[in-house]
Nanobody, 123 residues
Framework: EVQLVESGGGLVQAGGSLRLSCAAS????????IGWFRQAPGKAREGVGC????????YYVHSVKDRFTISSDNAKNTVYLQMNSLKAEDTAVYYC????????????????WGQGTQVTVSS
């Protein structure tokens, strides 16, 4: 059974940092594309970024580029989302998602989803 479990969310002041983790189980990490989405209250879910398992390339939505970094530790089957210089508009529930292909992570559809973790940035 494929499982994705996010952790690391919380309350942080604007300008601060948080690191989210997505622990994956039930599949071979190298064969999947994994990414992060977020959904703010009253807004549609949006893709934040993703990492391709084949070559480790990462892609980000423009609004988080140069502030957020996605990385993976294949030995731990864990993907991380390092978030720096956080802004109030980054407040959302963050989800990790995975697709069963080992090529580029774009487009990330999200066949499997975690339960989400809340990130709240106070201004």
């Amino acid at each position: 059974e494929v499982q994705l479990v996010e952790s690391g969310g919380g309350l942080v002041q604007a300008g601060g940092s948080l690191r989210l983790s997505c622990a994956a189980s039930g599949f071979t990490f190298d064969d999947y594309a994994i990414g992060w989405f977020r959904q703010a209250p009253g807004k549609a879910r949006e893709g934040v970024g993703c990492i391709s398992s084949s070559d480790g390339k990462t892609y980000y939505v423009h609004s988080v580029k140069d502030r957020f970094t996605i990385s993976s530790d294949n030995a731990k089957n864990t993907v991380y989302l390092q978030m720096n210089s956080l802004k109030a508009e980054d407040t959302a529930v963050y989800y990790c998602a995975a697709d069963p292909w080992g090529g580029s992570c774009l487009p990330l559809v999200g066949k499997y989803w975690g339960q989400g973790t809340q990130v709240t940035v106070s201004s």
